[in-house]
């Protein structure tokens, strides 16, 4: 899950042309891009594109970005698109991981009514974009069996604020989005989950976007939300691990298997211990190699 693509869902051809992006995940909105006027329509639209997706054969994981819990309006997102089997439910302005609870008894009641398998839909929450959620960004652990990841978003973080901008002149995240950022890695490795990183605006700032890319990747996310279909190449290679580092986490890997029960390993001269395991193994999972 390297690339996940937004794509308002209330244009058949935009998703269509997502579909071609190469994106690991189709972001199917029926939030932030879709009018309160057209939102009836454009859950239809996300409806028709999953089942003809899934007929085509081969498609991305496809996920769908519902309104918000307190909006009156996720019920009926809900009930549109369920149906069609999305691979999971994006939640934005979760508030604690007890909203990712209220919204798996929601899935779980329409998993049943469309004879789907129970906790085959999986949830991706956006856990920072009200000031309120980031005190609470340790409660996700635990919260439920379907969170997938946690992402953040400084946009509506930074309208929460009352902020005039969320980066400085220099074009880096001020201080209360550095702080969402990081606790968004926290929680998330609290969690036990992928931590996703937000997108970035400026989609025709290809340097920009490799560079933040980069840094995300250095800090411990694992992909990153994307706004344009020619973002999704560069958050791919970024997020691709070389076949230098999948060689290297390979070897530490088999040097724990050899040595079962030891808390520290040599290679190269080098002492490896537990963390090291850990990171080799979310190298691998990252390359496929690992489930």
Not at 2 to 17: E, H, M, T
Not at 28 to 40: C, F, G, H, N, R
Not at 189 to 210: M, N
């Amino acid at each position: 899950m390297r690339s996940l693509l937004f794509v308002p869902g209330d244009s058949p051809a935009k998703i269509a042309k997502a579909a071609r992006s190469g994106a690991d995940v189709l972001l199917l909105d029926l939030e932030d891009s879709v009018a309160l006027s057209a939102k009836a329509d454009a859950r239809a639209v996300v409806r028709d594109a999953i089942l003809a997706m899934r007929s085509e054969g081969a498609a991305p994981k496809l996920y769908v970005r519902i309104n918000a819990l307190d909006t009156g309006l996720s019920d009926d997102d809900l009930d549109a698109v369920m149906p069609a089997a999305p691979d999971g439910i994006m939640l934005p302005k979760s508030a604690s991981g007890t909203d990712v609870q209220h919204l798996g008894v929601k899935l779980a009641v329409r998993e049943a009514e469309a004879g789907l398998a129970d906790g085959a839909t999986r949830i991706i929450a956006i856990a920072t974009e009200t000031a309120a959620a980031l005190f609470a960004m340790g409660t996700y652990r635990g919260a439920s069996p379907r969170l997938e990841a946690l992402t953040w978003g400084a946009e509506d973080l930074s309208a929460d604020l009352g902020a005039e901008t969320n980066r400085n002149e220099a074009g880096d995240y001020t201080d209360p989005y550095r702080l969402a950022r990081a606790l968004t890695i926290a929680g998330a490795s609290a969690a036990e989950v992928l931590a996703i990183d937000t997108v970035f605006t400026a989609y025709r700032d290809e340097d920009a976007l490799r560079r933040e890319c980069e840094a995300a990747r250095r800090d411990g996310f694992g992909g990153k939300m994307a706004i344009h279909p020619a973002q999704v190449p560069i958050i791919n290679a970024v997020f691709t691990p070389s076949d230098e580092a999948v060689a290297h986490a390979r070897r530490i890997v088999e040097a724990f298997e050899a040595a079962p029960g030891s808390g520290v390993v040599g290679i190269d001269g080098q002492m490896i211990d537990r963390p090291h395991l850990r990171r080799a193994e979310r190298i691998l999972a990252r390359a496929g190699l690992v489930r």
